[in-house]
């Protein structure tokens, strides 16, 4: 008997008061809890990493499984009403044994411990083409395909919650399909899942059942459980794009989460984004100076991939910027490249450095610099007459090329910079322009 019904049949008895009121009075102060997910795009193939690295390959697609079970750990352990799968199980119509057992093994946890999942179908992943096995599972309710319906589903307190979907049945969908999303008045919680993108149905782009932010605001549903945009994002207070639980390549850097909600009679939802990544991309910025070489760089880099947790495994892209002639003459040849980055990842288990970019200038010394042309040398007149603002703006400096620095010039008067500062914007510049002569 569940507490509900214990709290009916007690006060029935009674007579003395009406036993739904009361009881909606009562549980109306409990939210119901849900995790939102979506996008999750089990069997990837990877192809494109498999010909190149076939060992973060299979990372990967260890991540998607790995990250998929701890979802659902974390489901069971905060003891949840609810599990939502906004569209995008899986990354095609074809799927693999292991991931159909697998999911089964996983949705059969969720049935024990009483806890449903509402899930739509995407394009990725139509209707049409999910197993069997998978429809018919007593904790899976799966909305039909090629129509806005709703189902109605008590919460373990029981409450009454009603989702309202749609299932994609092709792998697209170019009319907006919100509009036909109603809400059931007799219900205590009314839940939208949609899986579609932000646009004009008028743009032949945006395939994916768009829609209009204002649009979601002004129903009455208290939460929009969102999928299809891989980055999590928050569209307003009871609208939410959960993100890619786990990230596939550099294009889902701010992916790897699922969203816990929390719901209770304010009908403001509290949201929180749970990381539960395996593999986590990163783009990792290291500045450099003239005085770095070879092995200053490699520290710098080390240092900053220190920022990580054992229980993941990084794929790194480094960023190098700054002026360094030693650096510079080094990274112009591309197989110094290579064996920079084959000594690097020597260095981690839990890490992989998948390339560097070497946006690096030469250090151009001042003396050089400004003893290169009779335009520089006049320049470097000016500059002992620092604060030298004024000479621009009265003309005392006719060369045209004047016209390209005066506005940056004047905006550093302004938090007076020292006359080493102005020299570097100067040389910063200039130096592309005046290459051959410097």
């Not at 309710?141 to 589903?153: A, D, I, M, T, Y």
Request: glycine share 4%; aromatic share 12%; hydrophobic share 35%.
């Amino acid at each position: 008997m569940t507490r509900i019904e214990f709290l009916r049949n007690i006060l029935s008895k009674t007579g003395k008061y009406n036993s739904d009121c009361y009881i909606k009075f009562v549980l109306m102060n409990e939210p119901i809890i849900f995790l939102h997910t979506g996008d999750v795009h089990l069997d990837s193939p990877f192809k494109g990493i498999k010909e190149n690295n076939r060992i973060l390959a299979k990372k990967l697609t260890d991540a998607s499984y790995d990250s998929f079970k701890l979802l659902i750990s974390h489901a069971i352990s905060d003891n949840v009403d609810f599990v939502l799968i906004s569209g995008d199980l899986f990354d095609s119509e074809k799927k693999s044994l292991k991931t159909i057992l697998f999911l089964k093994e996983q949705f059969d946890l969720l049935l024990e411990r009483n806890i449903k999942v509402i899930a739509i179908a995407g394009n990725h992943d139509p209707y049409f083409s999910w197993p069997d096995d998978l429809i018919s599972h007593k904790a899976l309710h799966l909305f039909e395909p090629g129509k806005v319906s709703s189902l109605v589903l008590e919460s373990k307190k029981g409450l009454k919650v009603n989702f309202t979907g749609y299932s994609y049945n092709s792998k697209v969908l170019r009319e907006s399909i919100h509009g036909q999303y109603e809400i059931s008045k007799d219900a205590d919680f009314n839940i939208a899942l949609l899986h579609g993108s932000v646009g004009d149905i008028k743009n032949e782009h945006h395939r994916y059942a768009p829609f209009n932010i204002s649009d979601l605001k002004d129903t009455e549903f208290d939460y929009w459980a969102l999928g299809h945009i891989h980055k999590p994002e928050i569209l307003g207070d009871r609208i939410a794009y959960c993100g890619i639980p786990q990230p596939r390549n550099f294009k889902e850097l701010s992916g790897g989460n699922y969203l816990k909600v929390n719901l209770n009679d304010n009908k403001k939802p509290e949201l929180n984004y749970i990381n539960i990544s395996k593999v986590e991309f990163r783009s990792i910025e290291v500045a450099v100076t003239e005085k770095d070489n070879i092995t200053s760089c490699i520290k710098a880099i080390k240092d900053a991939l220190t920022d990580s947790d054992d229980d993941k495994f990084y794929v790194n892209r480094v960023n190098l910027y700054g002026d360094s002639n030693s650096l510079y003459n080094y990274f112009k040849v591309e197989s110094n490249k290579e064996d920079f980055i084959d000594n690097l990842n020597e260095f981690y288990d839990n890490q992989l450095v998948d390339d560097i970019f070497p946006n690096l200038e030469q250090y151009i010394e001042r003396e050089k610099f400004f003893n290169a042309n009779s335009f520089f040398k006049e320049l470097s007149n000016l500059l002992e007459k620092y604060p030298f603002a004024e000479h621009l703006e009265t003309g005392y400096l006719k060369n045209k090329s004047l016209k390209r620095i005066t506005d940056k010039i004047l905006a550093e008067e302004e938090k007076r910079p020292s006359k080493q500062d102005l020299e570097r914007i100067l040389i910063d510049l200039f130096k592309a322009e005046f290459d051959e002569d410097i």
